[in-house]
T-cell receptor, first 111, second 112 residues
Framework: QQQVKQSPQSLIVQKGGISIINCAYE??????FPWYQQFPGKGPALLIA?????SEKKEGRFTISFNKSAKQFSLHIMDSQPGDSATYFC??????????FGKGTLLTVNP | DTGVSQNPRHKITKRGQNVTFRCDPI?????LYWYRQTLGQGPEFLTY????????KSRLLSDRFSAERPKGSFSTLEIQRTEQGDSAMYLC??????????FGSGTQLSVL
C-alpha cells in the first residue's frame, strides 16, 4: 500500500512563530506534492504544491521544502497567525492526480 | 459561488438502507474524484472519472458502492445495504486534466 507518513500529529505554536510539518513518501513514481488546509466542516483546500524538479517553493508565508533523495518534504508556515489554526494534510500523486494523503496535523496557533 | 457542490451535507440512515450522494463539479472541470475521510485521517481515494468514463476504482470501493457520472457533468455515489463502517465524510473533488483538485464540503454519513 502506498503511504505518505506525516508528523507531528498535532502542533501548538505562538502567534508569529514558525510552524513546521513534515512528510515522507515511499513511492518514487510520485511527482506531485501538494499541501491542503482543512477547517472543520469544510473540504480540504489546496495551499501550495511542488514538483520534484525544484527543492523549494514559496508562496507568501507558506514554503515547501523538498528533498528528493530522502523522499521527504515539509511545510513551513512563517509568522503563524491564529487564523492558520486548521488541519494540514500533505499528499503525493502521479500524473493522474490521484492523491495519497497523510493522516494530517492539527495546528493550533495561540494568540 | 462556482465551487464544487455536494448534497446533502448530512445524511443519517439506518443500517441496511441505501443512500445516494450528489456532486456538482466546477463546470469546466473534466475530472471528478470521490474520496472518503474518517475522523483523524486524511482523505482516501475511492474513484475518479474523466468526463463520463470511470477510469479507476480503489479496492476500498466494495461492490456495495457504485458511482456514476452521466454525460460527464454531475456525479452520484450510491451505497447499498449500508453498514456502520460506512460512516464517514464523503468528499468530491474536481479538476482540469492537469490541474489542482478542488474539494467540496463533503457529505457526512452516519449509519445507525
Amino acid at each position: 500500500q502506498q503511504q505518505v507518513k506525516q508528523s507531528p500529529q498535532s502542533l501548538i505554536v505562538q502567534k508569529g512563530g514558525i510552524s513546521i510539518i513534515n512528510c515522507a513518501y515511499e513511492n518514487t513514481a510520485f511527482d506531485y506534492f501538494p499541501w491542503y488546509q482543512q477547517f472543520p466542516g469544510k473540504g480540504p483546500a489546496l495551499l501550495i504544491a511542488i514538483r520534484p524538479d525544484v527543492s523549494e517553493k514559496k508562496e507568501g508565508r507558506f514554503t515547501i521544502s523538498f528533498n528528493k533523495s530522502a523522499k521527504q518534504f515539509s511545510l513551513h508556515i512563517m509568522d503563524s497567525q491564529p487564523g492558520d489554526s486548521a488541519t494540514y494534510f500533505c499528499a503525493a500523486g502521479g500524473s493522474n492526480y490521484k492523491l495519497t494523503f497523510g493522516k494530517g496535523t492539527l495546528l493550533t496557533v495561540n494568540p | 459561488d462556482t465551487g464544487v457542490s455536494q448534497n446533502p451535507r448530512h445524511k443519517i440512515t439506518k443500517r441496511g438502507q441505501n443512500v445516494t450522494f450528489r456532486c456538482d463539479p466546477i463546470s469546466e472541470h473534466n475530472r471528478l474524484y470521490w474520496y472518503r475521510q474518517t475522523l483523524g485521517q486524511g482523505p482516501e481515494f475511492l474513484t475518479y472519472f474523466q468526463n463520463e468514463a470511470q477510469l479507476e476504482k480503489s479496492r476500498l470501493l466494495s461492490d456495495r458502492f457504485s458511482a456514476e457520472r452521466p454525460k460527464g457533468s454531475f456525479s452520484t455515489l450510491e451505497i447499498q445495504r449500508t453498514e456502520q463502517g460506512d460512516s464517514a465524510m464523503y468528499l468530491c473533488a474536481s479538476s482540469l486534466k492537469w490541474g489542482k483538485l478542488f474539494f467540496g464540503s463533503g457529505t457526512q454519513l452516519s449509519v445507525l
